[in-house]
């Protein structure tokens, strides 16, 4: 069987020119008999897809694109449509099922990588790998990106930073939290040059319910002495 790497010859996507085939390899490797459902944001000329496709032979590959594309691949639906349509991607996910692999190389624009990861992210299997390429765009002002100011709000690195806390969460867990978005939905959070890997699963529960036992019972003590 032929490589990721190899397979990419044959298709002349520019993930290999960033070296993302070698990353994604590492990953993909061990998935890639499996039955999956993958979809990607962006088609461009369709060889990303025509390279899932032969990968992933038992696979189902979706791709999504603003632009309306006058080819079709055998086998892969492509739809057209904007990542930042939420009804759009409702409307895909309802169709194929839940994701396993989502691949966000579509427009670049910060908010749009960050809305089509909150639209998304609910509609990733419960251990899925979702990436987004690219990401040098989060240092370029017209992505909405800076590489003056590192932390930028918004910026799509500065999401994804923020995805780390969310794995660690229980750390900041104490009576009154309020969980964000994605606290301990997330298992890991893999940055490499200009893409990052996210994979959702639950954070383990390492000190968590003695630390919150210690602070309930700490209250409790409070309370009855102020009340005595
Ligand atoms: C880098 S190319 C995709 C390359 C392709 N994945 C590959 O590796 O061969 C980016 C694509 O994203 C599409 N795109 C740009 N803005 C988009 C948006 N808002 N929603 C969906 N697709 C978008 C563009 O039309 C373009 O085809």
Redesign the pocket.
């Known amino acids: 069987m032929l490589s990721l790497k190899e397979i990419g010859l044959k298709y002349p996507?520019?993930?290999n020119d960033y070296g993302f085939l070698d990353i994604y390899e590492k990953y993909f490797k061990d998935l890639r008999e499996k039955k999956l459902n993958i979809l990607?944001?962006?088609?461009?000329?369709g060889?990303?897809l025509r390279l899932w496709k032969e990968y992933f032979f038992n696979s189902e590959i979706c791709g999504?694109?603003?632009?309306k594309k006058d080819f079709t691949i055998q086998d892969v639906k492509i739809y057209q449509?904007?990542?930042?349509d939420k009804t759009l991607l409702d409307k895909i996910a309802k169709k194929h099922g839940k994701f396993d692999i989502i691949i966000d190389?579509?427009?670049h624009v910060s908010k749009?990588i960050i809305n089509s990861f909150n639209y998304l992210f609910d509609h990733l299997s419960k251990n899925g790998i979702y990436i987004v390429e690219d990401l040098q765009t989060s240092y370029i002002p017209r992505y909405g990106g800076s590489r003056i100011n590192l932390i930028k709000k918004n910026s799509s690195m500065n999401f994804f930073k923020s995805l780390s806390d969310s794995v660690n969460y229980e750390n900041f867990d104490r009576p009154f939290f309020k969980k964000k978005r994605f606290d301990g939905l997330i298992e890991s959070v893999h940055f490499y040059q200009n893409i990052v890997f996210i994979f959702k699963g639950e954070s383990k529960k390492y000190f968590h319910p003695n630390v919150k036992k210690k602070l309930l019972d700490r209250l409790k003590k409070i309370i009855s002495f102020l009340f005595r």
Do not use: A, P, R
Not at 40 to 45: A, C, R, S, W
């Open positions: 996507t520019n993930k990607e944001i962006g088609v461009d000329k060889d990303s999504i694109d603003i632009d449509g904007d990542q930042n190389d579509g427009s749009h």
